[in-house]
Structures are given as structure tokens and as C-alpha cells.
């Protein structure tokens, strides 16, 4: 089974800067793009960023573009989003996924693999 794993969310201050990272664990698999979505109680799952591997071309939500990168390591199907000014409307669960045949990748369908999860805060 494969498995990914979220790490490095946690409680901050508005403007603050949070590391998420997020590797796999179990059954080895293979992927051509990895994403961070956010989710909040009540609401849909919400697109953040993506990365795919050919190439190294990004993707962003226009609420994130230009605070959060997102970037990773292909052979290892490892992905991180490093997140900057963080606002209180970035509180939410963030998930990190990937795909191998999926290319649109601002919808949560698209996506084959999913972490658990992991919270983030921001405080005013």
C-alpha cells in the first residue's frame, strides 16, 4: 500500500514562515507530479500548489502565488512547500498527493495517492 506522509505543520503568527515536507512510506510507486491542496472544515478540498516532475514546472493558486513554493525530489516522490506571510486564511489541513497519469492538477480527482494530513494555524 502506498502511504505519504505530511510533516512540519503547527501553530504560527501571521507573517511567519512554516516548512511542510511530505514522503512516502510503504509500497514504492512512481509519479509524474506531486501537490499540496488545503482543506477546512465544511468546504471542499482546495488546490495549492503543484510540481511536475518534467521539466520542474510549478503551479499555484493565485491566493498563495508569490508567499508558498513548492518544490521536491522526483526520485524519492518527495515534496515540500515552503510557506511565507502566512495569513489566517491559510489555517487549515494540508495534503500532499501524486499522480502518474493524472494532468489536471487543480482538481483533487486528478490525484492518485493521498497523506493524512497535516494542520496549520495561523493566529492573528
Known amino acids: 500500500q502506498v502511504r505519504l506522509v505530511e510533516s512540519g505543520g503547527g501553530l504560527v503568527q501571521a507573517g511567519d514562515s512554516l516548512r511542510l515536507s511530505c514522503a512516502p512510506s510503504?509500497?514504492?510507486?512512481?509519479?509524474?507530479?506531486m501537490a499540496w491542496f488545503r482543506q477546512v472544515p465544511g468546504k471542499d478540498r482546495q488546490f495549492v500548489a503543484a510540481?511536475?516532475?518534467?521539466?520542474?514546472?510549478?503551479y499555484y493558486s493565485d491566493s498563495v502565488k508569490d508567499r508558498f513554493t513548492i518544490s521536491g525530489e522526483s526520485a524519492k516522490n518527495t515534496v515540500y512547500l515552503e510557506m511565507n506571510s502566512l495569513k489566517p486564511e491559510d489555517t487549515a489541513v494540508y495534503f500532499c498527493?501524486?499522480?502518474?497519469?493524472?494532468?489536471?492538477?487543480?482538481?483533487?480527482?486528478?490525484?492518485?495517492?493521498w497523506g493524512q494530513g497535516t494542520q496549520v494555524t495561523v493566529s492573528s
Open positions: 510503504g509500497r514504492t510507486f512512481s509519479s509524474t507530479a
Open positions: 510540481i511536475r516532475w518534467s521539466g520542474g514546472i510549478t
Open positions: 498527493a501524486a499522480t502518474y497519469y493524472g494532468r489536471n492538477y487543480a482538481l483533487a480527482a486528478t490525484w492518485d495517492y
